[in-house]
């Protein structure tokens, strides 16, 4: 499977983005999809998934409410609408996905095959 994010810029506090992952080579839809973050200076964090069987979502606290992931079978590609944007939320963004992984593992980077190239969000004050 290949990903390619995109989406990413510069926006003001408050605003909105849509990051989309297109994927090729593989269908999605028997793959938990995920979307990690990693700022400068910092670890790579868990953003949000979807888990490929029950298609139940998960977030990180401080997204929740404000970001949604979705995928669109049809297009083979996964999104994530993000609202309400703070400054905190600036980072490169990475889509990735995997097709066995464990729903107890579903937050760990360490667990995806697949990883796209990075999407810069920047969010000013």
């Known amino acids: 499977v290949q990903l390619q994010a995109s989406g990413g810029g510069l926006v003001q506090a408050g605003g909105s983005l849509r990051l989309s992952c297109a994927a090729s080579?593989?269908?999605?839809?028997?793959?938990?999809v995920a979307w990690f973050r990693q700022a400068p200076g910092k670890e790579r964090e868990f953003v949000a998934a979807?888990?490929?069987?029950?298609?139940?979502?998960y977030y990180v606290d401080s997204v929740k409410g404000r970001f949604t992931i979705s995928r669109d079978s049809a297009k083979n590609t996964v999104y994530l609408q993000m609202s309400s944007l703070k400054p905190e939320d600036t980072a490169v963004y990475y889509c990735?996905?995997?097709?066995?992984?464990?729903?107890?593992?579903?937050?760990?980077?360490?667990?995806?095959?697949?990883w796209g190239q990075g999407t810069l969000v920047t969010v000013s004050s």
């Open positions: 990735a996905a995997d097709a066995n992984l464990i729903l107890g593992n579903i937050r760990q980077s360490k667990h995806y095959d697949y």
């Open positions: 080579g593989r269908t999605l839809t028997t793959y938990t």
């Open positions: 979807k888990f490929r069987r029950a298609g139940t979502e």
